[in-house]
């Protein structure tokens, strides 16, 4: 069931409101509720008029006792409020028509159309939903709550489901994102102006009621009966009109007689010039025959012309557009899917910059860290080459490239090109998705880096070491803290390692900026593509779960 939501509605001052602008007399002994309770009524309260709720009954047990299915409908009225609070009254009822089993009830859309259309001619509001579980008892399914909090959360709407049968009843409101139980409501009579509870202690005489209507329908009648007697009068004077017309038109009518002796004349000499006109027509038709005979061959010859240029085309693509090795190994490195690529060579250039990049930054990582891992792991004799210490950095150079690699590869194949109308929205949001990923490129670019910046100013370095006189003049530590130092006393040194810092910082940012700059491609709408399909499919099963599970209840 859809609730088609409606800007918001506040509680009109009953108070301020004049007797006679008031749309039901009833409403009239609620200007004085505390008389109403006998007591200092809650902040918010619901009253039933309790010829609606006999509707409600009646429309219940017809349907049980006809096809033993649930039943439900909406009480409409209106919404007040007065010194104690907020209330609403219930002056109608409408039925509910639909899908119905025993066990589960769904109004269709054209009729609650019908009572939104209602309520909006008669000014009133749809206030409380009802529905029955015959000999189920009273309690809210997980369905019935979905239903309140999603169609009838407004402060002003309350939900009540009764056991026919069992004569029993509960109410239910929403209050903020839960669902909770509701008592404060109550039937009214408006004859003897007293409140009672649902199927307990008192029992209305509606009849009464119905006969002082009936009243009022018999002077409406005899009203009518007047207003007839009257319109009778004006229809009299009417006929006496159109009689003077009728003849009036007579005279008329013999003018046109004289007129279509006329036509006559000129529909014989229409005649001569209609069959020289056919003879002209048939040499046309005989002139266009040949014409469509030229026009079929011609386009028969232009669609032959058009398959054979899509033919060339495509071989031509064929020929000409296939992906090299070493494209798709770059390609494969900047962590698109190769396959989709395939039919879309307009984007490989992008990509092939991309892969590209990656790779090479892992290159250069492998080198970095194999510099690094072989000063930490050598020893003290820098004279002669360790082997074991040159094996063991190859080895872990290589992991550390990969590492670097893997996480480069990450860093750009999650970052999406988002579709956004508002270019500045869109770069806004596209910068900030880059954030952390520029943060992990520039530590990553720093620890490269530092060992290659370590191997360039090796002399200066050992120089700096030894005069120091250091007791590991080859450790790492102590290179690290030497290249300090240098930086530190020398602005030309301090700049060059700015200089290859920076390097490095551009070459890992290099696929970022790439993908940040570039326009959003065929790719990306084709990535978006495959999860928003897959996201429907997975929605689509929980749908048919919930489907099966609500059939079983």
């Known amino acids: ?56 009954k009646s429309h219940g047990k017809r349907i049980y006792d006809e096809v033993r299915h649930e039943a439900q409908g909406i009480f409409v009225g209106y919404y007040f409020k007065d010194q104690f609070g907020e209330f609403v009254v219930a002056t109608n009822y409408e039925e509910g028509n639909g899908n119905s089993q025993s066990a589960y009830v769904e109004m269709s859309e054209e009729c609650l159309a019908k009572i ?36 009838f959360y407004k402060p002003y709407q309350i939900g009540i489901v009764v056991d026919i049968k069992k004569e029993q009843h509960k109410g239910f409101k929403t209050k903020g994102s839960d669902v909770v139980e509701f008592s404060d409501y109550a039937l009214f009579n408006d004859e003897k102006n007293i409140l009672f509870p649902l199927y307990e202690s008192y029992k209305i005489e509606i009849v009464r009621k119905n006969d002082g209507r009936i009243n009022e329908l018999t002077e409406e009648v005899k009203r009518l009966k007047f207003d007839l007697q009257s319109k009778t009068t004006d229809i009299n004077q009417l006929q006496k009109t159109l009689q003077s017309k009728i003849s009036g038109t007579k005279e008329i009518k013999e003018k046109l007689q004289n007129k279509e002796k006329n036509i006559e004349c000129l529909n014989s000499d229409l005649q001569a010039r209609t069959t020289d006109i056919n003879q002209l027509q048939k040499k046309l038709q005989s002139k266009e025959k040949e014409n469509e ?10 669609a032959e012309n058009e398959r054979l240029k899509k033919d060339l085309q495509s071989k031509t693509k064929r020929e000409t557009k296939k992906m090299s090795l070493i494209q798709g190994f770059f390609i494969s490195c900047s962590g698109v899917d190769k396959e989709i690529m395939k039919e ?127 007791n590991f003049p080859n450790n790492f530590i102590t290179k690290i803290n030497a290249l300090g130092d240098l930086t530190a ?57 919930n489907s099966e599970i609500n059939k079983q209840l």
């Open 489 to 545: 006393n020398n602005t030309h040194m301090w700049w060059t390692s700015l200089i290859i810092t920076l390097f490095f910082i551009i070459i890992g940012l290099t696929p970022i900026l790439i993908k940040l700059i570039t326009k959003r491609g065929v790719y990306d709408e084709i990535l978006d593509r495959i999860e928003y399909e897959n996201m429907i499919e997975q929605k689509l099963k929980i749908s048919h779960k």
């Open 116 to 151: 939104s259309e209602k309520c909006q001619n008669d000014g009133t509001l749809m206030l409380i939903w009802v529905h029955t579980h015959p000999n189920f008892g009273v309690f809210y399914s997980s369905t019935d709550y979905n239903c309140l909090k999603t169609n």
């Open 344 to 470: 879309y060579f307009t984007e490989w250039n992008k990509y092939v910059s991309i892969g590209a990049t990656i790779f090479f930054t892992g290159i250069l990582a492998s080198l970095s860290g194999g510099y690094a891992f072989y000063i930490i792991f050598r020893n003290t004799n820098i004279d002669v080459v360790d082997t074991k210490a040159l094996l063991g950095a190859i080895f872990l150079g290589l992991l550390w490239g990969i590492i670097i690699f893997t996480l480069d590869r990450f860093i750009v194949s999650t970052y999406k090109k988002l579709d956004n109308k508002s270019t500045w929205k869109r770069l806004g949001n596209e910068l900030f998705q880059t954030l952390p990923r520029v943060i992990l490129a520039i530590i990553i670019a720093i620890v490269i880096s530092k060992p290659i910046t370590i191997k360039i100013f090796e002399n200066q370095l050992s120089e700096l070491i030894q005069s120091k006189s250091i």
């Open 293 to 302: 005979e030229l026009k079929k061959n011609i386009q028969n010859k232009t």
């Open 1 to 56: 069931m859809k609730i088609v939501k409606t800007k918001t509605i506040e509680a009109k001052e009953i108070l301020e409101i004049p007797n006679k602008e008031l749309p039901d007399k009833a409403l009239i002994d609620f200007k004085d509720r505390k008389k109403l309770h006998n007591e200092e009524p809650p902040k918010f309260f619901v009253y039933i008029q309790d010829y609606a709720w006999e509707a409600f």
